[in-house]
């Protein structure tokens, strides 16, 4: 079976995101190439054969966890498909166990270092864009590649949301405060001056030749943007996610609130930020607690 026809499996009935896909057949080459070596039939391998290649990633290739999930995970869809398609009778992977996967409690900013930051005075064109894109990640918790691809008609700041398109191209409506809008607004005006009589690309967030920015670009500058504003640790895209989900359950949101403003397929995902705040709570009652 033709790699690109597992390709185009992932992409148009999966409908997994770029970067997942690409993991997926990557991993799946390597898996091909184990199976060249050793003289296997792809379409024949047994169980067996499967194990031998995982024990090959956890200990030739000294791979973490997270790694040989992801590929025993590629390995499982490709035989799913196989499957789908006709070509196998049995699935080769149904007793294959992926990895345990230890869940890290996510990193947060605290309160006030978010203060630092949307206290910072923008004064040039790219000051302001980072200024709104952290507004905007801690506003609504979009990814970075969700906010990358926001296009100017995807964000209605009179009715306070922005249409965020997740993994899978899976659309979503999430709200923004006030602030937000209005920092998008004042960006917005900035932005019309410091392009005007010049052709630009429809997203909102543009870089100097008008063209819509990376995901590159958008790091850097919030790294510089943080230094910037006396932040000393690493900040990151992602971590303003992390931020605006642990700060809303502090704040009383409910779980099912903010799995549909995160675009979490499980609502196991989103418990993971459950965890930030035990860890909270255990720390306030060492501190508070007679005998802590």
């Known amino acids: 079976m033709d790699i690109a026809e597992f390709k185009n499996h992932l992409t148009f009935e999966r409908q997994l995101s770029k970067n997942t896909i690409a993991a997926y057949v990557r991993d799946l080459r390597q898996f091909l190439d184990f199976c060249a070596v050793n003289n296997t039939e792809p379409q024949q391998v047994l169980p067996e054969f499967l194990d031998t290649y995982i024990y090959h990633l956890k200990s030739e290739k000294d791979l973490s966890p997270a790694s040989v999930f992801r590929k025993t995970e590629a390995i499982k869809s490709y035989y799913k498909f196989l499957m789908a398609e006709g070509i196998l009778k049995e699935d080769p992977t149904r007793f294959l166990l992926s990895p345990r996967l230890l869940r890290k409690v996510p990193q947060q900013l605290s309160i006030d270092e978010v203060h630092k930051l949307l206290s910072f005075k923008p004064e040039t064109f790219s000051q302001w864009r980072t200024f709104c894109i952290i507004t905007l990640f801690y506003a609504s918790g979009i990814r970075v590649s969700e906010l990358t691809g926001l296009h100017t008609e995807n964000v209605n700041t009179q009715e306070g949301w922005v249409l965020a398109f997740g993994k899978g191209r899976k659309q979503r409506f999430v709200p923004i405060h006030k602030h937000a809008c209005d920092t998008i607004?004042?960006?917005?005006?900035?932005?019309?001056?410091?392009?005007?009589?010049?052709?630009?690309?429809?997203?909102?967030?543009?870089?100097?030749?008008?063209?819509?920015?990376?995901?590159?670009?958008?790091?850097?500058?919030?790294?510089?943007?943080?230094?910037?504003?006396?932040?000393?640790?690493?900040?990151?895209?992602?971590?303003?996610?992390?931020?605006?989900?642990?700060?809303?359950?502090?704040?009383g949101a409910d779980l099912r609130s903010l799995q549909e403003m995160l675009g979490h397929a499980n609502l196991n995902t989103t418990q993971i930020y459950t965890h930030t705040n035990l860890h909270d709570i255990k720390q306030k009652h060492t501190k508070a607690h007679p005998r802590g």
């Open 185 to 251: 607004d004042k960006y917005m005006e900035i932005r019309q001056v410091h392009f005007i009589g010049k052709q630009t690309d429809s997203e909102l967030f543009l870089n100097r030749e008008g063209k819509k920015i990376s995901r590159i670009s958008v790091w850097k500058d919030i790294e510089h943007l943080a230094k910037a504003a006396g932040i000393t640790r690493r900040v990151y895209p992602h971590l303003f996610r992390h931020t605006f989900a642990s700060h809303l359950l502090k704040g």
